[in-house]
């Protein structure tokens, strides 16, 4: 018996839809207003720093409030992300640890013309791992990683933005070798941000100041990697300075068995290497985040058959094991976020700016 130990379902164990809504990360197009709140593009492993012990000289000219604010806020210490925390994209994985990694770790070995870019673009569609490999890159790097999502930058920073990203390049560059990862950097960096009021003009401008002095500063050991749902967005300046473009495409069905194998291997589970295999099968289409959501809906199916009685008197191990039918029934409920248009559209992007790797 499979089910050793375990209590009964009850009839009524799948949750209404709209409970997996907690699970989702983001989708492709999806809301996002220069009016949202603040949402980091790092995990929940991130702490943050104890700012104001952490202002170096350096950078006493700067407003001391923003520059704490960046060191609390912007800052993130997060658990060591591994190439093998990330599933398929070997290309991308070797062509970053030959073209980024090795050279923020021996900058004497790679100067003058083997100078390595110091703007990097990571596109395709949401859940798709683009914040993993930028986490990974610092991690391997061993530099600080520094996150900025922009409509944190519009709305909270209203009149100052442009002060902060000055401000935050400088901190970067104090804090030596630093990544900078701007998620949705469309929003910021867009076309369309030229026909929009003129402080916002003045904040891509900005940017791009920044982008060019780390470019053309050797010593400087700083990468900016902008993530897009919308590389089309971009502008031509903008796409020009992130000289390594490199798409982040759904994972194969090799990569969505490691997802899954990864995850399920948390929870007590009865599932064998063919069923694993059925599951990555059946799950073509979907991004690793999708993946992820549908891996942790399934592993609520035993807890979710539990009455509240049951709830406060059950030991861990006596739960049940999550089998293919929880999976079967998350399938129902969980379906791919990314249509195969939007992919096209990525496809054809790449093809045009995209490097191979
Ligand atoms: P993006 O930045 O492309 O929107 P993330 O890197 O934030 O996507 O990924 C969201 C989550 O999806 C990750 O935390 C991870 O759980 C899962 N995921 C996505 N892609 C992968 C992958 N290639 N390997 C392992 N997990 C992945």
């Known amino acids: 018996n499979k089910e050793q130990g375990a209590i009964r379902r009850t009839a009524s164990a799948d949750a209404a839809p709209s409970e997996m809504m907690n699970f989702r990360k983001k989708t492709l197009g999806g809301k996002r207003s ?62 970053f640890l030959e073209a980024i990694i090795m050279p923020l770790r021996r900058p004497d070995l790679f100067t003058g013309v083997r100078c390595p870019p110091r703007g990097v673009l990571l596109f395709g569609p949401p859940g798709t791992g683009k914040t993993l490999i930028a986490k990974s890159i610092a991690s391997q790097a061993k530099a600080k990683f520094f996150s900025i999502n922009p409509s944190s930058l519009t709305s909270k920073w209203v009149g100052e933005a442009e002060k902060l990203v000055k401000t ?24 369309r941000s030229g026909n929009e009021n ?62 899954i194998k990864k995850i399920i291997r948390q929870v007590k589970h009865n599932l064998d290497q063919s069923e694993v295999e059925q599951l990555a099968e059946l799950t073509e289409g ?19 058959s539990l009455s509240a009685e049951q709830m406060e008197v059950i030991e861990p191990d006596q739960l049940p094991a999550v089998t293919m039918e929880d999976f079967n029934k998350a399938l129902r409920v969980i379906s791919k976020s990314v249509s195969a248009e939007d992919c096209q559209q990525f496809v054809a992007w790449n093809e045009i700016y995209g490097v191979r790797h």
């Open 198 to 259: 003129e402080s916002t003009l003045r904040l891509k401008n900005e940017f791009l100041i920044h982008l060019d002095g780390a470019a053309s500063n050797e010593e400087a050991r700083i990468l900016v990697i902008g993530a897009t749902n919308r590389p089309q967005e971009l502008d031509e300046a903008v796409r020009r300075r992130f000289v390594r473009r490199l798409y982040v495409p759904l994972p194969t069905k090799d990569a969505r068995q490691q997802i």
């Open 168 to 191: 935050l390049f400088a901190v970067a560059a104090a804090h030596q070798p630093a990544i900078i990862f701007i998620d949705e950097v469309d929003s910021l960096l867009s076309k």
């Open 34 to 95: 220069v009016s949202s709140n603040f949402v980091s593009p790092v995990g929940q492993t991130q702490t943050t720093t104890n700012a104001s012990a952490n202002i170096p000289p350096s950078l006493a000219h700067l407003d001391p409030k923003m520059v704490e604010q960046i060191l609390g806020e912007s800052m993130h210490n997060f658990k060591n992300v591994g190439w093998d925390d990330i599933a398929g994209l070997e290309s991308a994985k070797s062509t």
């Open 286 to 304: 979907y991004s690793g985040a999708d993946v992820d959501t549908l891996c942790r809906y399934a592993s609520m199916a035993p807890l979710r």
